[in-house]
T-cell receptor
C-alpha cells in the first residue's frame, strides 16, 4: 500500500462545475497536508495547506481534512479551463519533520 | 518572494559522464530536497538535507550523491550517468513542516 494515495484520474469536468480531488494517507501521526498544482512541463506550486480537521477555504479552493479517516480532499468550485493541471497531495509525517510524501497526482481537465 | 533556482533547464550528457546539478535558494530555509519525476511514477525523493553538511537518503539514492557546503546551495551529483537517469530533476526548499518551494526543474537527457 502506498503511503499517500490519490484518485488515479484523469478527471474531467465541465467549466463551472465543482472538481473534487481525494487523497488518503497511511501514517496516523501525519501533521501537515498540502495540495500542489503542477502544469504540464512546470514545477509544482502550492495551492493550499491544512493542519487541522475541518474545512479551509481560499477563494474557489476548499481543502478538507479528516484525520480520523486519514483523508484529505480538495474542492475546486466554478472550475475554469486554467485549472487544468495535475494536482499533487503531499503529507508531512511526524517522524521526519519537513519531509513530504507525495501522491502520484490526479490530472484534472476542465472542458470549456 | 521565494526563489529557488536550478543551474540548467535542459542538459544533455553522455553515459559515464559525471553530472552536477546545482540548486540555490534565497530563503534561508533549512531543508532542501532533490526529486526526480518520471511519467507514471510521480515525484520520487532522491536525497534531502536538514542543514549544512547534513544529508539523508530518500527513496531512490542509488547512483546519486549530494553536497551541501553552504545553507543556500544543494548539489546533486550523478557519479556516472546512465540512460535510466534520464528524467526531470526538481529541487525544493522548505522550513520545518512547511510548504516546499520548487525550482523550475532540470530536464536531463543521458545518451
Amino acid at each position: 500500500q502506498k503511503e499517500v494515495e490519490q484518485n488515479s484520474g484523469p478527471l474531467s469536468v465541465p467549466e463551472g462545475a465543482i472538481a473534487s480531488l481525494n487523497c488518503t494517507y497511511s501514517d496516523r501521526g501525519s501533521q501537515s497536508f498540502f495540495w500542489y498544482r503542477q502544469y504540464s512541463g512546470k514545477s509544482p506550486e502550492l495551492i493550499m495547506f491544512i493542519y487541522s480537521n475541518g474545512d479551509k477555504e481560499d477563494g474557489r479552493f476548499t481543502a478538507q481534512l479528516n484525520k480520523a479517516s486519514q483523508y484529505v480532499s480538495l474542492l475546486i468550485r466554478d472550475s475554469q479551463p486554467s485549472d487544468s493541471a495535475t494536482y499533487l497531495c503531499a503529507v508531512n509525517g511526524e517522524a521526519n519533520a519537513g519531509k513530504s510524501t507525495f501522491g502520484d497526482g490526479t490530472t484534472l481537465t476542465v472542458k470549456p | 518572494d521565494v526563489k529557488v533556482t536550478q543551474s540548467s533547464r535542459y542538459l544533455v550528457k553522455r553515459t559515464g559522464e559525471k553530472v552536477f546539478l546545482e540548486c540555490v535558494q534565497d530563503m534561508d530555509h533549512e531543508n532542501m530536497f532533490w526529486y526526480r519525476q518520471d511519467p507514471g511514477l510521480g515525484l520520487r525523493l532522491i536525497y534531502f538535507s536538514y542543514d549544512v553538511k547534513m544529508k539523508e537518503k530518500g527513496d531512490i539514492p542509488e547512483g546519486y550523491s549530494v553536497s551541501r557546503e553552504k545553507k543556500e546551495r544543494f548539489s546533486l551529483i550523478l557519479e556516472s550517468a546512465s540512460t535510466n537517469q534520464t528524467s526531470m530533476y526538481l529541487c525544493a526548499a522548505s522550513v520545518l513542516r512547511e510548504t516546499q518551494y520548487f525550482g523550475p526543474g532540470t530536464r536531463l537527457l543521458v545518451l
